[in-house]
């Protein structure tokens, strides 16, 4: 059977709210889940689910924001998924010892270490010739419930013709195959990929600056960190559209 983005479904009786890479935009993620809860009241099925498809930490101001929301939880939703991105993956291995690459400093760590109120270098080399200091005051300052949720993130999701990852999957490889370090960090091949996955994939990790909705994905990191704007896949059986969030208000 031929999978396309156009006749794609979820199961029967679902509506999934799929959100992108919030990167510590706490305002953002707060009028979006607003809309929701609104949205589940007036045209909830009888299973909603909420789908977060990674990166919640670095790049953006209020890493500890977003990571006390989501742990507190989400009661208007009788299902909540919450998956793991490249970006966890790489603050748990500094956290348990790993000799990171500058490059995770330049790239969103530095943020990371400031939301928890540490003092850290602007510079990226500086940050990462202090290393060893900086995981000791971070491990102290970084609260055990924090851990234990970006440990518990599942890789990805299935529902219906739909896959949930954070980056994509390897294009010739079934899902129970994938390599963690594919469904966390692939871009160009993936991206580049005309093939039928089985299903249609709904990831993030790769920012464009709207929905990028081909026959075979779709990718919904439009980059809240660098443009203000988080957004959300509504998925009900065959129906689909998206809804944008901004620091003043949520539309759809």
């Not at 299902?79 to 603050?91: A, Q």
Request: net charge negative.
């Amino acid at each position: 059977m031929q999978h396309d983005v156009t006749s794609s479904s979820t199961s029967p009786n679902t509506r999934i709210y799929a959100i992108g890479d919030i990167h510590g935009c706490n305002d953002l993620l707060g009028n979006l889940l607003t809309w929701i809860e609104d949205d589940v009241c007036t045209k909830g099925a009888a299973r909603n689910v909420m789908v977060f498809l990674g990166d919640y930490v670095d790049r953006g101001p209020d890493i500890i924001g977003v990571l006390d929301r989501l742990i507190k939880g989400l009661p208007f939703v009788q299902e909540t998924i919450f998956l793991r991105g490249n970006h966890e993956d790489t603050l748990l291995r500094f956290l348990d010892g790993d000799d990171l690459d500058w490059r995770w400093f330049e790239h969103g760590g530095i943020e990371t270490f400031k939301s928890y109120g540490l003092d850290i270098p602007d510079d990226p080399h500086q940050a990462h010739a202090k290393a060893a200091l900086l995981r000791k005051k971070l491990k102290l300052a970084f609260p055990p419930n924090h851990k234990r949720f970006l440990e518990q993130l599942d890789n990805y999701w299935l529902d219906g013709d739909y896959l949930f990852v954070h980056a994509g999957i390897k294009p010739g490889a079934s899902i129970e195959v994938q390599s963690q370090r594919d469904l966390l960090w692939i871009r160009d091949e993936f991206l580049a990929s005309t093939a039928d996955f089985g299903k249609i994939i709904v990831h993030g990790h790769s920012i464009t600056d709207k929905p990028n909705v081909q026959p075979n994905r779709i990718g919904i990191d439009t980059g809240a960190w660098r443009t203000g704007l988080l957004t959300c896949l509504v998925l009900d059986g065959v129906e689909r559209h998206f809804v944008f969030s901004n620091p003043d208000s949520t539309s759809a």
